[in-house]
Every structure is written in structure tokens, then in C-alpha cells.
């Protein structure tokens, strides 16, 4: 099969599945491209396709993947793609989806520096490193960020978003930490890592007993500037 042919087939492929076909490197992969829901115009890429029922948006450059995980881009999680002003928040939104089965070998590199460990704690100190500088560091459990923040005056019991919440285990010690992303009727609403394996949204009340505090990061700051 030529060249001309297959690319062809990929269009014709992109356009019936929902797509537009992407300037692929080469027919093969812009014909997985188009499938898969890559980023427009990149190497491998296509608007729409399969990745639409991943969740990848139609005309974004962010494809979804078509086997239920987080985003792809020709196959390849790019991470930060669509942040628009680099604040942490939406360089946390920019990782919703990922997951520890489908994404475990980027996860370890990007966040946990190549450890196979909980990982909470590492998101959040990735993210804020990638937003323009971590105020710690690089700290990779929930007891380090509490113990950091009350040696510097950073606790704080008034959250703003960007902000980083201190969750309570089952046995009550501190467990688990994410991304403050809005306070709503008695609710905190976060972005956390490692939550069932995968990057996700929660919320909790503000007097429940599994939120031990917030860590003010200056991020609210860069938000609203």
C-alpha cells in the first residue's frame, strides 16, 4: 500500500470517526493519530476521533484516550497541555485523569523521582516546582509539608485556591494532601494526586474531622494578578 493511499485512509478514517486529520510525520502514525485523538497539527495528531470518548474535547489540543484513562497526545501523555497562565491550579487541572494503570511509568518519572511510592505529597510539590517554584522544595510526604509549614508560618485555617489541604489517615495521622481548588457552601473542593491511583477532584466539608489544615503556597496571589 502506497503512501498517497494510506493517507488517504487515515482521512477518510479521521473524518468518519468524528476527526480531522492531523500533518502526521508519516501516513502510519497520523492514521493512529487521527484514531487516538492526538493534538492537531503534531506529529502523529488529529482532531476528535476515538479519543473523543477518552474525554479529549473536540478541537483541543488535547486528544483522550480512547481505552478510559487520562489524556494522550498520538499515544504519549503530554504533561501541562492547555495550561493557560501556568498558576498551579491549572497545571493540577492539566493532570486530571492520569492514573497509576495506564500512566504508572510517567507518574514515577514526573512526580515521585523514578520512586515506586505514594505519591500525593510529590504532586503537589511537582506542580508548585512547575508553576514557577515550590516554597519547600521537593517534599515527598504529607508529614514533611505540615512540619515545613508550621517551622515558616505558613498553616493557615482561611483557604484560598492554590492553596494546599492537610487531610487526617483512618488511624487520624496525617495522610493524604492536594490542591485547595475552591471553598463552596461548607465544601473545599481539591485536585489531589494519588487519590484511588489517578489524579481527581474531591470535596470535603470544612469541619470534618479528616481535614487537619491548609498550607498557604502564594498562588492565590498569581491568580488574581
Known amino acids: 500500500m502506497n503512501q498517497n493511499l494510506l493517507s488517504l485512509l487515515s482521512l477518510l478514517l479521521g473524518m468518519v470517526l468524528g476527526g480531522q486529520g492531523g500533518q502526521g510525520g508519516n501516513p502510519f502514525s497520523n492514521l493512529f493519530g487521527n484514531l487516538l485523538g492526538g493534538g492537531s497539527g503534531s506529529p502523529g495528531g488529529g482532531y476528535g476521533g476515538l479519543g473523543n470518548l477518552g474525554g479529549g474535547p473536540s478541537g483541543s489540543r488535547r486528544g483522550g484516550n480512547p481505552f478510559g484513562g487520562g489524556p494522550v497526545n498520538g499515544g ?19 493532570y486530571l485523569g492520569i492514573n497509576e494503570r495506564q500512566h504508572g511509568g510517567f507518574i514515577n518519572r ?29 517534599i515527598a510526604s504529607v508529614r514533611g509539608i505540615h512540619d515545613w509549614a508550621a517551622r515558616n508560618g505558613r498553616l493557615t485555617n482561611n483557604p484560598r485556591p492554590g492553596d494546599v489541604i492537610l487531610l487526617r489517615g483512618a488511624r487520624g495521622n496525617l495522610g493524604h494532601t492536594g490542591f485547595v481548588e475552591k471553598i463552596e457552601n461548607g465544601y473545599v473542593h481539591t485536585i489531589e494526586g494519588n487519590t484511588s491511583d489517578a489524579v481527581k477532584r474531591r470535596r ?11 498550607v498557604s503556597t502564594g498562588q492565590h496571589n498569581r491568580m488574581i494578578a
Open 76 to 94: 504519549q501523555f503530554t504533561p501541562g497541555q492547555g495550561v493557560s497562565n501556568g498558576n498551579a491550579l491549572d497545571i493540577a487541572r492539566s
Open 110 to 138: 514526573t512526580f515521585s523521582q523514578g520512586q515506586n511510592r505514594p505519591w500525593c505529597a510529590d504532586f503537589v510539590s511537582t506542580v508548585l516546582k512547575q508553576a514557577g517554584g515550590s516554597p519547600w522544595g521537593h
Open 204 to 214: 470535603y466539608r470544612l469541619d470534618s474531622r479528616e481535614v487537619q489544615g491548609f
